[in-house]
């Protein structure tokens, strides 16, 4: 086995509320992890250091946060520095792997027929990224925008989608478009080989995007099949519904975390989501929590990561709380953590 590696040290502490936001579905890690083997470093080698193992990562359809993205990927682009890294696993994507949206695409007619469907249910696969279509100078153009870009994995995710959008179109049509699509890139030139793979390439573009010939987009479907598409179709509404619900709590969660100096009340955030205050609460209820206890928990997480990684005083931290009284900040963080600011600090953990 290839000796191990140390794990990369450019990670940096994630603000609260933005390191567990859910990344990505755990199928992607997999096939990264699948990448590297073939280059002869073991899933359990590529894992190491992540707080992740590949028996755990096998199991279940939890999304991966977003810090543990960051640590899979430097891991693994630290073992293989190889700059079409992301492309190539993209590449190697059958459309299996992207559950319901892939049987959705593949029973499609055509290519314009599946690429509405990447708009609206890639969430169900992933986080990262926001699909859009325009049309520029006559040609049908798939753009994205980074939701919250993160510098060390942005290629590579950049490059994994690229790949399995190509695949999409290849396994819809039987037939390769690299040659025929435009792609803006909006990094470097890597090496010299990635001009090869994507002939048509603007690099160091503004933007991501994705610029298709109409002869793509008319070619008709391998296994064009109408019932079987319906009920895919079904599949990812109702994926979608189960999705925006289990979403509720970690939306409010966000906005108050954004918002902590001044936070949106009960009845501004009912709404944002369109519902009467009442509904809110019982929503909140159900998944067991409130209003209250997850303004309290966004101002404790916050609380503690300025006690942990900055230099700021208590009062300064207080202040960044919204707290005028200081000893009144001091008497709600031991009620949260069960001792104070300063204890907190100095011990650096939340035992007494």
């Known amino acids: 086995m290839t000796a191990a590696h140390p794990l990369p040290t450019t990670a940096t502490p994630w603000p609260p509320g933005v390191g567990d ?3 990505v579905h755990p199928t992607y890690a997999r096939l990264l992890c699948a990448e590297l083997q073939r280059r002869g470093h073991a899933p359990d080698e590529v894992l190491a250091g992540t707080g992740l193992g590949w028996a755990e990562l096998q199991v279940g359809q939890r999304f991966l946060t977003r810090a543990q993205l960051h640590a899979v990927v430097t891991r693994a682009t630290a073992l293989c520095p190889e700059r079409t890294l992301g492309l190539l696993a993209g590449l190697g994507t059958e459309l299996s792997a992207h559950g319901a949206l892939g049987m959705a695409g593949m029973s499609c007619d055509t290519v314009a027929q599946a690429l509405p469907l990447l708009l609206r249910f890639s969430r169900l696969r992933q986080h990262l990224v926001h699909f859009e279509l325009q049309v520029v100078d006559e040609h049908l153009a798939l753009s994205l925008t980074e939701l919250r870009p993160d510098p060390a994995v942005s290629a590579y995710v950049l490059g994994h989608l690229t790949g399995a959008v190509l695949r999409l179109m290849q396994s819809i049509t039987g037939r390769d478009w690299r040659a025929d699509v435009a792609l803006d890139w909006p990094f470097d030139e ?3 080989d990635a001009a090869a793979w994507l002939p ?6 503004a933007a991501w995007r994705l610029l298709l010939p109409p002869a793509l987009l008319a070619a008709p479907g391998l296994a064009p099949d109408p019932q079987a598409h319906q009920r895919a179709l079904r599949d990812c509404e109702q994926l979608l519904a189960q999705l925006d619900r289990g979403d509720l709590v970690r ?7 954004d918002e902590l100096l001044h936070p949106p009340s009960l009845p501004a955030l009912a709404l944002e989501e369109h519902v009467s205050p009442r509904t809110l609460i019982r929503r909140l209820a159900d998944d067991g929590t409130s209003y209250q206890e997850l303004l309290d928990e966004a101002r404790a997480e916050h609380a ?3 006690l942990s990684h900055s230099r700021l005083s208590v009062e300064a931290v207080a202040e960044q709380l919204g707290y005028v009284d200081t000893s009144n900040f001091s008497r709600t963080f031991k009620r949260w953590r069960g001792v104070t600011p300063r204890a907190f600090r100095q011990g650096g953990s939340d035992a007494d």
């Open 21 to 23: 936001e859910p990344a």
């Open 200 to 205: 048509r390439t603007r690099f160091g573009a």
């Open 304 to 306: 503690c990561w300025l």
């Open 190 to 192: 890597p090496a010299a």
């Open 251 to 257: 939306r409010l969660r966000q906005r108050l975390v």
